[in-house]
């Protein structure tokens, strides 16, 4: 099993950055890919940005290229949303996920916590 805890959420203006952490814990040495999920007020939980661990590749969801990064400590095995220019559809809750070696889809989830953009 995998533990994720998401900090780092808050209220802020258009045009300010802010970076989320995700915190893993438990049988990390299995994970071999992490990602960033939001849902917002009334909508489905979209894709925002993954990482696959043993490689370091990174994929965006086209409404996070250019203004948002992912990216992981893996001494602290904590997982990073660096999210520049914010904007307030970027308004949500935002989860992190981890993926087990083989499996197909996120095997864990954290709680979510709540980015809201606004003036």
């Known amino acids: 099993q995998v533990q994720l805890v998401e900090s780092g959420g808050g209220l802020e203006q258009p045009g300010d950055s802010l970076r989320l952490s995700c915190v893993a814990s438990g049988r990390t040495g299995s994970i071999s890919e992490m990602a960033w999920f939001r849902q917002a007020p009334g909508k489905e939980r979209e894709f925002v940005a993954n990482l696959k661990i043993l490689l370091g590749y990174t994929d965006y969801a086209d409404s996070a290229k250019g203004r948002f990064t992912i990216s992981r400590d893996n001494a602290k095995n904590t997982l990073y949303l660096q999210m520049n220019s914010l904007k307030p559809e970027d308004t949500a809750i935002y989860y992190c996920?981890?993926?087990?070696?083989?499996?197909?889809?996120?095997?864990?989830w954290g709680q979510g916590t709540q980015v809201t953009v606004s003036s």
């Open positions: 996920a981890a993926m087990d070696r083989g499996s197909p889809d996120y095997d864990y």
